[in-house]
Nanobody, 116 residues
Framework: QVQLVESGGGLVQPGGSLRLSCAGS????????MSWYRQAPGKERELVAT????????NYADSVKGRFTISRDNGKKMVYLQMNSLKPEDTAVYYC?????????WGQGTQVTVSS
């Protein structure tokens, strides 16, 4: 059974930090590109960051460059999103995604709320 389980969300003040984690199981984690998406209320889901399967090359949305860092540990089947200097506009449900060719999996999401 394929699973992606996110954790680490919560309420944080502007300027604060959070680290999201995503645990994968039931599929060949190491061959999948891993991504974080987010969806704010009333908005479409948007790609936040991607890390490739082998080289670990990363890409980020312009809105999070310099503040967020995606990383992965293939041995532990984990992907992380370190979020620093958080802003109220970062408030959203954050989803972990795994993609390889036409195979794609999604987690259930974790809520991140940035508010004073």
């Amino acid at each position: 059974q394929v699973q992606l389980v996110e954790s680490g969300g919560g309420l944080v003040q502007p300027g604060g930090s959070l680290r999201l984690s995503c645990a994968g199981s039931g599929f060949m984690f190491g061959i999948y590109a891993m991504s974080w998406y987010r969806q704010a209320p009333g908005k479409e889901r948007e790609l936040v960051a991607t890390i490739t399967r082998f080289s670990g090359s990363t890409n980020y949305a312009d809105s999070v460059k310099g503040r967020f860092t995606i990383s992965r540990d293939n041995g532990k089947k984990m992907v992380y999103l370190q979020m620093n200097s958080l802003k109220p506009e970062d408030t959203a449900v954050y989803y972990c995604s795994a993609k390889w060719v036409e195979s794609e999996y999604w987690g259930q999401g974790t809520q991140v709320t940035v508010s004073s």
